[in-house]
């Protein structure tokens, strides 16, 4: 699969007086456990942060229709905002009660895969490491969904048409949430949804984690075993008594150890092959300052999620498996000799 994108050292858009490192905004080599704090993505209403002037380029050469994506980007984004005015309403008055709640997470489960055609759907307990640093999100759970791009389209990022792409698919899942969440008030519970990143206090990724969607690949993106990292998430938080699932293990450390692909790739060089402390967690991380002034020049990129070998159609679940089985075999010489 051939990515082309626009060389690192051809961006237009310099500080004259660089704003304060992203990555220590992100707490990057932080010991202490502390909320996500906002480094990108404004919207209004959210206080202005160091990097607004380049936060601001970025929405006027990719939301407002510039000409790097286009009016297709700009009328998906139109499209979202509105679907999200009905993210929130009234509850009715007459509650229905909930005797299972895994019951219930199945009934919701399956309406949500109804509304948002074909997805992942999971439910997770929304906690401190899921809200931004002050969010409000008042809510005990989080109904996560994933919702898949197109392929074919995205393997063209970061070309104009995986942009517009990129926002028909998170309309699609924020009318599915708004949806999921007015039926959910109409039972009586309280819920809101959640949709792109720039309409959010829920951080999205950690909740879809907890909720088994997936794991963190060392690109910063979610992996599943249906879509690899080819969706994007959305989310209703709700006190709707429900069942919660648990993380999932399908092998991605075992594969992003070694994989060299979206190292490569990676036009701003931004990958790093070891994992990181931020905020108190080692986990993998992504160089803000190299990669998100590559993003904003080119109005979006996605080129790293789009070469993981996870991302191929039809490939995680038997690449899930040969992980799994590989680890295995070799954990069982070892168990038998300690136990000699």
Partial sequence: MKVEARPYGSLVFRYREPP????AINGLGEAARKPARLVFHWSPGRKPHPWMALDLHFTMVSGLGGPL??????????????????????????RREVRDPAAMAREIKALAQRLAGDCIVGIAEIGPDAVLE???VPYKHAICIGVPMNRSIMVEAPAPRAGTEVMRTYRRGAVAAVKLA?????????????????TTDLLHIPVALKAGLGELGKHGSMISREFGSNFRLVAVATDLPLAVDAPVDIGVDDLCAGCQRCTLDCPAGAISDKKQLVRGVE????????????FAETAGCAICIEVCPWSEPGRGFKLSEMLLAKRGAKARPRAAAAAK
């Fill in 20 to 23: 304060p490192s992203g990555n």
């Fill in 69 to 94: 994506w286009g009016w297709g980007s700009f009328l998906q984004r139109l499209r979202m905002i509105w679907a999200l005015r009905r993210a929130l309403g009234p509850v009715a008055p007459v």
């Fill in 134 to 136: 002050g969010g409000n």
């Fill in 182 to 198: 007015e039926h959910i008030r109409a039972m009586g519970w309280p819920a809101k949804a959640f949709g792109e990143t720039k």
């Fill in 283 to 294: 986990k993998w991380y992504v160089d803000f300052d190299k990669c998100t002034p590559y």
